[in-house]
């Protein structure tokens, strides 16, 4: 008796340590993101090719929207400030292409929800306020800046898959664009302010008026 139950414990240790042996030399299978597509990308690369696609969808559809909000702004600095970005963003639209020239693709487009929702968002504005007032360009100003938001936001992402795919020369030019993006948001930020501080102060001038 026992034999039988020192014969088992031996039996049950040696399965135990075989297991843990297995589990030490367990690979885990490479995620969903990294494995091979029907196409012969890998989820990574592939996630990287649509992000482009995106956003070059994105950059275009800008450049039909701009000239509307650029019409609609009353301040002369912020009708500046705009069709500056304008011509910054066709040039976007170029270097997008050049990537997808370097990864020898003919620039493709996808739809971008997020663009079209962000930019139905500034036309709404436009309807919603009088023109000529400084509730327009508040509102105009907070709309930019939520597509400026998106782009930062794209932009650094696609830096980072750039690195991470190897392809540095295009994380590069994505850093350069990510860079614009954020001038053109702290850009809006400065006329905001501008334009509340001269509000502000006609205020305070017309109630010290009527004192």
């Given at each position: ?42 989820g ?42 304008l ?45 000529g ?79």
């Amino acid at each position: 008796m026992a034999r039988s139950s020192i014969s088992k414990k031996d039996t049950l240790k040696k399965t135990v340590s075989s297991k843990l042996q297995s589990s030490s030399d367990f690979q885990p299978e490479e995620s969903k993101i990294a494995s091979t597509s029907s196409g012969g990308e890998t989820g990574l690369q592939k996630l990287f090719t649509d992000s482009i696609k995106d956003i070059y969808w994105a950059e275009n559809h800008l450049v039909k929207s701009l000239p509307k909000m650029i019409n609609a702004a009353a301040s002369t600095q912020l009708q500046g400030a705009l069709s500056d970005h304008l011509t910054i963003t066709e040039e976007h639209v170029s270097r997008l292409e050049q990537v997808f020239e370097s990864l020898g693709k003919k620039p493709k487009a996808k739809k971008c929800d997020a663009m079209e929702g962000l930019t139905k968002e500034g036309e709404g504005v436009i309807e919603s306020t009088d023109a000529g007032t400084e509730a327009r360009d508040q509102g105009i100003i907070m709309a930019a800046q939520k597509v400026e938001h998106y782009e930062i936001a794209s932009y650094g992402g696609l830096s980072q898959l750039a690195k991470t795919l190897g392809f540095n020369d295009i994380s590069d030019i994505f850093e350069r664009t990510l860079a614009e993006e954020k001038e053109a948001d702290q850009l809006l930020t400065t006329i905001a302010e501008n334009s509340s501080s001269t509000s502000t102060n006609s205020n305070a001038g017309t109630t010290d008026e009527e004192i």
